[in-house]
Structure formats: structure tokens, C-alpha cells
């Protein structure tokens, strides 16, 4: 009889063990994931070590990849700030949120991300750079830097308030951003934008890393001294590396003799106002740092020397940029993980756009041309994926709104442009997803021309349609640098008048009023 009652007791004790992995189970799989979407300002592909980049090791961000997914065609809509940020908050194209460029202001009574993670429970802030130049709405906090903010001692509008935090401006806005999960981490799950101002230009590092690099000598993209042939759009732009970057407000040299550039000739004044905001201290730091830079300026003789000297001192400086993002990026993760958040947590990292880095003689964003129309791209969520996975599938910044909100269990709104990622991230595949990218540019700032295009897995067709009119076709299997178009050369036409025709279809497909 006792053997009896106690093989009774232990199988009501494997039961209860049964049933409470269970629940426990379930309860997990029911629990609302924490997201956080952590975007950097203008932060070139090619200086992230998990797309091969030889230039930096990137190992925070890497970290990010390897336990989630790789998007290793990831792509925007449209490649300049602010446009891209309202992108992400609504999962419309430009023309349908009305941020079509840098000059305009967002539309904050429309729907956004925030507003409907809020609506479902959620606590929502938004930390860092905006840059929407409307008041940021359905957040329940917000510390965001006035327009393009400081990179020393920065100004932040803190829910409406003026304030100064001491410090450089990727570290303050980390601070920020863990002060706030760690007071609102046992309230509800949290949504949160955390958004930097790095690596934009003009790059300004911080003081620890002044003299980091220099031991490097960076070489010059082969594609660097191209000439534009057949290419009318690049002909007239204003954003060349050997010819409009400013000595003082790019490259940090004193220079009071040299020349202004006419296209930034606010550059000098606004390198003076940025410097001013470091200590007598920082400063002193700061010039004994440059002043070596400045010996060799000084001994330069040709134009082509100087050009030289400017690209190495971009990249220098950029690259200490990222170094301290990544950095950063790191703090976030071992915060996760110290408070067990990390495996609940949804973390997305991406830039606003692209970048050049001397491709093609440029730098900054804008064209449809692959360095400035694909953004590192990655997404973890361990609790909802495995990780140590890769896509070649064309996934678009479009495309981060509805996929947080089905990660998340949210129903995503019919009117969301963009497509979830969820099958991509959980199977490794989706035979249903996109082939083909729509992109459309609106800005005529820095001698741009309008321009709007369509890429497949071989080919981009684009249309410069004002000021300048005309069409570049490359084939980007035996040409990935897009150096020589195709468009006039015979042979083509029908890949042309196809080409054409699927992207009058997209249009049509995202309302793009194309006339």
C-alpha cells in the first residue's frame, strides 16, 4: 500500500512539472515581444565587417547578424534623412506620407508605428535624431536633437523642454535610451526608436578616439576617378570628394586662406559652432590631435595631392564614428542580456540610407546608384527565430513597420505598402516575395536630379527626369561598379521597353502618380 502511494505521488509530481512546462511554455510564446529599432545616420554598408568589410571590424553589429538574420540586399525607397525615417514610421512610399524631402515637414496626425504599438499596450519612446522637424507624437516619452543636432555637449528636446547633456552624442543618446527601459522595463513591453546622429556628416569623433586610424592608409575606390561618360545626371552634381568637400568642415584643417566652396559655404561657420560647444579642455585635446593633420596639410602642393589627403582624412574620421556606434550598439546588447531582456527582445539595426565613400568620386546618399540605395540591414529576435541567417531577397526599409508589427502579433494595417518579413526570418525563404525594387528620389539639393527606377537581380533601368532628363541602364552581373550605361547601346531595346513596362507596373502598385 505505501509503494502504491508513492508511485501515485510521483506521478502527480511528473504530471505537475508536465503541466507547469507547459504553461510556462505557452506563456513565453504569448509574452508581447520588446522592439527596439536602432538606426544609424548615413552608415555605408561597406564599413560593416559582416558584409566583408576589410575597413573596420564591426563586431557589436556583426553580433546583431550572426544571432538573427542578415538582409544582404536590403535597399531603400528613397535615400536622403528624413524621407527614410517617415518611411520606417508609416511602411509608405515618400509620395504617400508626404515626406518627400528633406524640406518638408511630417505629418504627425497620420498614422504610425508607434502610435499603433501604443494603442495595444505598448510603452513607446523615441530617442536621439528625428529629424521629421514636426513634433514627434505617439510616444509616451521623446529626447530628440533639435534638426541635425551636435556631436559635443549636444542640445535635446526632452518631451518639449530644452536641455544640454555633457558628453559626446552616440554615448548620450545610449544613456537615454537604457534610463528609460530600465524605468519602464517592468511596467509593459516597450517600443523603442533609438536613433543617432553617426556617422553623418561632418563625422565628428569622439575625443578617445581622435587618433585612432592612423596608422591606415586607405585606398582609393577603383571607380574613384570616374569620368561620367554617357552619365548626364552625375555630370552636374555637387557632392564629389575632390571638389566639394571643405577643408575645415570635412577634412578639420584651419585653413583661414583657403578657398570657400560655393555649395558649402556655410560649411565654415557651422565647423566653428560645433567646435565651440567642446571645453577648454576637450579643445585642448582636440587641436593637439589635428594639428598633426594640419603639418601635413600644409605640405601639400597639388590638387590632386589635397584630394588625396581629404579622402583619408573622411575616412578616418567616419570610421572612428562607427567604431564609437558600434561600440555603443555593444551596450545595448550586454544591457539585454544582464537583465534578461534579450531573448523577448526584437533588436533591428539600420542605417537611414547608403553612403559613398569615394565611389564614383562621391560622398553622401541620394542617387539610385547600389552604394547609396542598400543600408546594412539585421534583425534578432532569439525567442522568435533561430539565428546565423542570410537573405539575397530584396527587403526594403518599406518593409520594417509590418514586419514588427507581425512579429509582435498586431494585426498590420491594409494600407502599409511594405511586407512583412516574418516567413523570411522563420523559414529562411518566402517563394512569394518581391523581385523587383521601386525606388523614386525627389531632392534637387547638391545639383541632384530627380530621378525614380526599378532594380532586378540583374539589371536597373533609372529615369533622371528634372533637371536633367535621360535614362541609365546597367547590367549589374558584368558591371556592379555601374560604370557604363546601356541604355543607347543597340541590342537592348527589348530589355528596355520590358524593363518599362514592370516599372509602370510598380508605380501603379504603389500609387506613385508618375505622369
Known sequence: MKNALSRIFSCFISFSISVSAVYAQSAKQNKKPNVIIIMSDDHAYQTVSAYGSKLIQTLHID???????????????NAVCSPARAVILTGKYSHMNGMKDNGTYFDGTQQTLPKIFRATGYRTAMMGKWHLFSTPTGFDDWNILPDQGNYYNPKFIKNGKDTVYTGYVTDVITDMALDWIDKTKEEAPFFLMLYHKAPHRNAMPPLKYLNKFNDRKYPLPTNYYDDYKDREALKIQQVTMRDHLDIRYDSKIPCDSCLINKINDWAPAEYQREISRLTPAERKVWDAAFQKEYNQFKKLRTADEVARFQFQRYMEDYLRCVNSLDDNIGRVLTYLEENRLAENTIVIYLSDQGFFLGEHGLYDKRFMYEESLHTPMMIRYPAGFAGGKKTENFVLNLDVAPTLLDLAGIKIPEDMQGASMKKLLTAGKDKDWRKEIYYHYYEKSFGLTRHYGIRTDRYKLIHFYDPVSSWELYDLKKDPKEM????????????????????????????????
Open 63 to 77: 553580433r546583431i547578424a550572426r544571432e538573427g538574420m542578415l538582409m544582404r540586399q536590403a535597399a531603400v525607397t
Open 484 to 515: 557604363k550605361n546601356l541604355y543607347h547601346q543597340p541590342g537592348y531595346e527589348k530589355l528596355i521597353e520590358k524593363l518599362k513596362q514592370h516599372l509602370k507596373a510598380l508605380q501603379q502598385q504603389y500609387k506613385d502618380p508618375i505622369h
